[in-house]
Antibody, heavy 117, light 107 residues
Framework: QVQLVQSAAEVKKPGASVKVSCKAS????????FSWVRQAPGQGLEWMGW????????YYAQKFHDRVTMTTDTSTSTVYMELRSLRYDDTAVYYC??????????WGQGTLVTVSS | SFELTQPPSVSVSPGQTARITCSGD??????VYWYQQKPGQAPVLVIY???ERPSEIPERFSGSSSGTTVTLTISGVQTEDEADYYC??????????FGTGTKLTVL
């Protein structure tokens, strides 16, 4: 069965960077892209961007394009999302999800990133 | 990009039918996808391509569309269906746009 397992929660100071990992299993890793979606406390879902493990292409939401980098390691079936210059309002649960081009079908369990001084 | 608008909350009694709407100008020409999110959990896909259900999703979940409004219908609501529900549609460049979310309360 498809599983996406994300890295543990992180606490970061304002201005720092965070890198969240997402390890996939149960299917052919390069056959689908990955989206990253975040959810601030008590808020809705916000799409951040997409990466293809097949050709390493990325596409970032305009809001994040200057602060986010998504990468992949096909040898370990893992994708990564790095967010730089963290602000207090970046405090959120960050999800990876398997992308089916127009939607996502499987989600990781989420990684809580807390930005606090 | 575009916006998808949902009612903040919907309340029903067990066994009744719940209808959650999602409105947006682009929806007349695009599929909508629906996700269920229970407290403290990741979202789960419940409807794709407008009215298709993943195999593990009960038959009581269905989707429909009329013009620029799409509806998620849950027939015979059960207490376990209490959750937040989000609609989603892709924009022309492939970004995923999520609706504002609806909290379903089963009284």
């Amino acid at each position: 069965q498809v599983q996406l397992v994300q890295s543990a929660a992180e606490v970061k100071k304002p201005g720092a960077s965070v890198k969240v990992s997402c390890k996939a299993s149960g299917y052919a890793f390069i056959s689908n892209g990955f989206s990253w979606v975040r959810q601030a406390p008590g808020q809705g879902l916000e799409w951040m961007g997409w990466i293809s493990p097949y050709n390493y292409k990325t596409y970032y939401a305009q809001k994040f394009h200057d602060r986010v980098t998504m990468t992949t390691d096909t040898s370990t079936s893992t994708v990564y999302m790095e967010l730089r210059s963290l602000r207090y309002d970046d405090t959120a649960v960050y999800y990876c999800a398997r992308d089916r081009r127009d939607y996502v079908d499987y989600w990781g369990q989420g990684t809580l990133v807390t930005v606090s001084s | 990009s575009f916006e998808l608008t949902q009612p903040p909350s919907v309340s029903v009694s067990p066994g009744q039918t719940a209808r959650i709407t999602c409105s947006g100008d682009v929806l007349a020409n695009q599929y909508v996808y629906w996700y269920q999110q229970k407290p403290g959990q990741a979202p789960v896909l419940v409807i794709y391509h407008g009215n298709e259900r993943p195999s593990e999703i009960p038959e009581r979940f269905s989707g429909s569309s009329s013009g620029t409004t799409v509806t998620l219908t849950i027939s015979g609501v059960q207490t376990e269906d209490e959750a937040d529900y989000y609609c989603q549609s892709p924009d022309s460049r492939g970004s995923l746009v999520f609706g504002t979310g609806t909290k379903l309360t089963v009284l």
